[in-house]
């Protein structure tokens, strides 16, 4: 899976199959794939948002013409007031907890607790969801909640922010990347207090950090070789 579309979220198609799949372009992040046709509503660019509400709870169920179906956090609420939101002609009703644009006071405290959340999330390549994320997926579903738009991959995000020059002056929120012995980025994690991290290996779990990595505190030794930390708030 190259990665995974959360409801609400927008593409633009590119190219279709006779066998009802088609290429989309990701709005939020860019991302060019295949998926079912019958997954999507098509809906007229003047009739979307241009901020819709975020789902910060990790699985809450939406109801629509007597239906119900789960979204999980992350996930985009067009037209939202609090109550109900909409997708082209359907209307839906939604209880839980979402974050709405401008409303959006981002701090580390709240980057913490939305990272906790996902704790223990299984791994799962191109995931972005409490039922399989993986490392970039992670950072980028917490920052969207926050209304800090993020690219899909550690690669990328490692372009946003300020270079913080030492690894001892990292701060609650900032963004670690890590390297393979071939010195490309291939990781990242979410700096916590006292020098932890939060990251998705095998699972979402909190290890600690110093100069060299990260040092798996299960097995008892290190994983990941950090290369640089960024400053994103």
Not at 101 to 125: C, F, Q, R
Not at 134 to 155: M, N, S, Y
Not at 167 to 174: C, F, I, R
């Amino acid at each position: 899976m190259l990665s995974q579309l959360l409801f609400g979220e927008r593409v633009r198609i590119l190219s279709t199959k006779k066998n009802d799949w088609v290429q989309v372009e990701t709005l939020y992040d860019g991302v060019i794939g295949w998926m079912d046709r019958r997954q999507l509503y098509e809906v007229p660019t003047s009739s979307v948002s241009d901020q819709p509400a975020v789902c910060i709870d990790i699985a809450e169920a939406v109801f629509c013409d007597g239906d119900s179906t789960y979204v999980t956090i992350g996930a985009e609420f067009d037209h939202y007031d609090g109550m109900i939101f909409r997708i082209a002609d359907h209307v839906y009703r939604y209880s839980g907890q979402a974050a709405m644009g401008d409303s959006i006071s981002p701090s580390y405290a709240l980057i913490e607790k939305l990272a906790k959340k996902l704790l223990n999330a299984p791994s799962l390549a191109g995931g972005r969801s409490p039922f399989g994320v993986d490392p970039a997926g992670l950072v980028q579903i917490v920052f969207k909640c926050i209304g800090v738009a993020l690219e899909r991959t550690a690669a990328e995000q490692v372009h946003h922010g300020e270079t913080v020059d030492f690894w001892e002056a990292a701060q609650p929120g900032d963004l670690a990347f890590f390297c393979e012995e071939t010195d490309q980025i291939s990781h990242v994690g979410i700096v916590l207090e006292n020098h932890n991290v939060i990251h998705a290996a095998g699972r979402v779990r909190i290890d600690k950090m110093d100069h060299y990595g990260i040092f798996n505190l299960d097995i008892q030794q290190y994983t990941h070789r950090l290369k640089i930390v960024k400053r994103i708030l």
